[in-house]
């Protein structure tokens, strides 16, 4: 499959056509950027074929329209699918979507979210729909990897209406900060599931991501792509109370404040200027603004750095991304000093050395550093063509088929060393229900888990016996033993907190605490079918007469003789208005 991948930005227009088979690669890649009055600057690369020069475009929705004749150019007419990057998509979109008149209105909604980036990126679909009404069209969500977060992280501490208006955490940068990850995982040679690490995009538009275990868990940008680091021109964090105080000192309106935060502020508000390069280059010479402008650009991602690292609770890998962080040596070994405390040292050397030839993912930190530094240069567009291809199969294999979905009550399953303690050597569980899955089965007896608030009493035990014990709560749960229990896939237990488990002999205090992430397991020729395979992550649609309800980033475990389900906790069920169990769609891959 041929798919013409775009990125309209606010500054910045890049688009590249991909060959999607069973590996992506890129077959053009072109670029118009530092615009100014009567022309830009533009780059293809077609093969053996590197060009640059200028052109007469002043603006990225004018390069907008002269793509076509630059793909024509190339003989590139031919393509099965067009990819877009729209970077807000609100709580509704949570997967790439096929664009129709319906979809794009409900994007152009989202612009008072989005002001800078969601018109530049409707202009592209407008265009394209225009010059390929008969190809298929998907638009790609920055917010998508995001909205997965944990409500307490995306959550802001204001009015119930105001929450119930929207007002929310969403976070952005999602497609780069989901490739940098995967890109670190694949070189420290380690499941994405099993590291914690956090990826730092710096370029014109600035984030951090905390990824814990395969997922995003929080995001320095907020509603909005103005909070969170300093950018090229937007302010980043700011104290609310700022709105008032500049309304009644200055006379200024909200809109005025908004402007100024998004148009005026960051860099270009703190040393007059948007570009990392010449601010670097005027504080070499002695310029104190630059110079203040960088400590603060630097100490502010320091900050979100070591926040990360204590809300994940530790950390394998940062990851630098994005023009700044690829480019500029000085300010990786900003950021990464002074961070020694948490096992992290920089190598001078390897970091002025950067070389990001052929996707490359250098590692820069010091021998006997703990934690991982790569650099490495973000996909964005290689990874919209690869979740278009995706969303568009999902469409002919996967869509409407009908899942069984089971609701899983709390439950241990059990090590051999913990049932002697809780039942007394050598004891023999009574298997007395045997389960879906085949092999499975509860066993009679049950148990007490204790936790410093509260106790839960007659706790399903669940077989066969299993190396390590691991006991399945749900949030609510949690609340009630008064133990955070983190989210987690089956049999990812490191690092997770303890609990005790009472039985008729005694007791047992054991860590393998987990609230179960939500699962589809299923067997090789039920997946075959559905499109799916093992690893990956899909989004499950329940219906019923009064609501919609979706599961998105639902794992995917296949295994032989294994009965076809999704297994989601009681919270969850609650939320879906599911008692026991019910049927959903596979509605995305």
């Known amino acids: ?102 979809t794009v209105e409900a994007i152009e909604a989202l612009t008072p979210l989005a002001p800078l980036h969601n018109p530049a990126n409707l202009e592209a679909v407008r265009l394209c729909r225009g010059l390929w009404p008969d190809i298929s069209q998907v638009a790609v969500f920055d917010t998508a990897f995001h909205l997965g977060n944990p409500a307490f992280a995306n959550t802001y501490a204001v009015p119930a209406r105001w929450r119930d208006a929207g007002l929310r955490r969403y976070g952005f940068h999602g497609t780069s900060h989901k490739y940098v990850a995967e890109r670190a995982a694949q070189e420290i040679g380690r499941p994405f599931s099993d590291l ?100 603060i650009y630097a100490y502010r991602a320091k900050k979100y750095v070591g926040a990360y690292a204590a809300a994940m609770g530790g950390l394998d890998a940062i990851v630098f991304t994005g023009g700044i962080g690829e480019n500029s040596p000085s300010m990786r070994r900003r950021i990464c000093d002074g961070l020694d405390f948490m096992g992290l040292q920089l190598d001078h050397d390897r970091n002025m050395a950067v070389n990001l030839s052929d996707r490359a993912a250098p590692q820069i930190q010091a021998y006997g550093s703990r934690v991982r530094v790569f650099v490495t240069e973000t ?20 869509d409407g088929l009908r899942l069984p ?45 204790v936790g410093p608030k509260g106790r839960l009493e007659r706790i399903a035990i669940l077989g066969p016996l299993r190396q390590r014990t691991q006991i399945e709560v749900s949030r609510t749960d949690s609340f009630a033993l008064g133990i955070d229990v983190p989210v987690r896939d089956s049999g990812r237990l490191e690092a997770t907190p303890q609990v005790t488990i009472e039985g008729p002999a005694g ?43 979706t599961f998105g980033r639902t794992l995917v475990r296949v295994g032989k003789d294994t009965f076809t389900e999704v297994h989601i906790d009681t919270d969850e069920a609650n939320a879906a208005g599911i008692e026991v169990a019910a049927a959903g769609e596979l509605v995305q891959v």
């Open 196 to 295: 914690q690490l956090v990826s730092i995009h710096l370029g014109n538009g600035a984030s951090i991501c905390a990824v814990n275990r395969g997922h995003s868990m929080d995001s320095s940008m907020g509603m909005t792509p103005l909070e969170g680091l300093v950018m090229g021109t937007r302010s980043g964090d700011v104290d609310p109370g700022a709105f008032g105080f500049l309304s009644r000192e200055l006379q200024l309106s909200v809109q005025e404040i908004e402007d100024a935060l998004y148009y005026e502020s960051g860099l270009k508000g703190l040393a007059g200027s948007s570009d990392m390069r010449d601010i670097e280059d005027r504080a070499a010479k002695g310029d104190p603004e630059a110079q203040l402008a960088i400590e």
């Open 507 to 549: 007791s047992f205090t054991t860590d393998g605490l987990i609230i179960a992430a939500r699962h589809v397991h299923t067997n090789p020729a039920d997946a075959a079918r559905l499109g799916i395979e093992d690893g990956e992550y899909v989004d499950v649609r329940v219906n019923d007469e009064d609501r919609t309800l």
């Open 379 to 398: 996909a964005e567009q290689l990874m919209i063509a690869r979740e278009t291809a995706a969303a568009l199969a999902a469409g002919k294999s996967g």
């Open 405 to 449: 979905i089971a609701v899983s009550a709390r439950h241990v399953h059990l090590a051999r060393e913990a049932v002697d303690a809780l039942f007394g050597k050598g004891y023999v569980l009574d298997q007395a229900t045997p389960l879906r899955q085949p092999g499975h089965w509860a066993a009679k007896e049950r148990v007490t888990l």
């Open 1 to 102: 499959m041929q798919v013409l991948v775009f990125n309209a930005g606010s500054s910045s227009l890049k688009f590249g056509i991909f060959s999607v088979t069973t590996e992506t690669h890129e077959v053009f890649k072109g670029s118009y950027e530092r615009f100014r009055a009567g022309g830009c600057e533009c780059r293809f690369r077609h093969g053996e074929t590197d060009e640059r020069g200028a052109v007469e475009f002043d603006s990225p929705s004018e390069a907008l329209k002269g793509v076509p004749a630059a793909l024509k150019r190339f003989g590139l007419d031919a393509i099965d699918a067009v990819g877009h990057r729209i970077v807000h998509g609100g709580a509704r979109f949570t997967s790439p979507t096929l664009l129709d008149d319906e």
